[in-house]
């Protein structure tokens, strides 16, 4: 059963930056799609990020600018950088390979 485990979420200042890692078990990691979502308390889960086997990426709107996402296919690991965080990026980030998910990392941006 493939796992995958984030880490990298805190507490952090608006304008402030975070990396978000998630490491993915297994052999087959270069052949996911992999994606990063958050949740806020109240709201439903949304799409941030997504990366393709090739390394093609997509965002939604409201991170696109701020927010980087790649792959290392050697580690199994997927990273999401956060720049210039807004209070309103507070939430719980998952990432998803298609099949599973992760427990979630808690970012909050606060001051």
């Known amino acids: 059963q493939v796992q995958l485990v984030e880490s990298g979420g805190g507490l952090v200042q608006p304008g402030g930056s975070l990396r978000l890692s998630c490491a993915v078990s297994?052999?087959?990691?270069?052949?996911?799609?992999m994606r990063w979502y958050r949740q806020a308390p109240g709201k439903e889960r949304e799409l941030v990020a997504g990366?393709?086997?090739?390394?093609?990426?997509d965002y939604a709107n409201s991170v696109k600018g701020r927010f980087t996402i790649s792959r290392d296919n050697a580690k199994n690991t997927v990273y999401l950088q956060m720049n210039s965080l807004k209070p309103e990026d507070t939430g719980r980030y998952y990432c998803?390979?298609?099949?599973?998910w992760g427990q979630g990392t808690q970012v909050t941006v606060s001051s």
């Open positions: 990366i393709s086997v090739d390394s093609k990426t």
């Open positions: 998803h390979n298609g099949v599973g």
């Open positions: 297994g052999s087959t990691f270069r052949l996911y799609v």
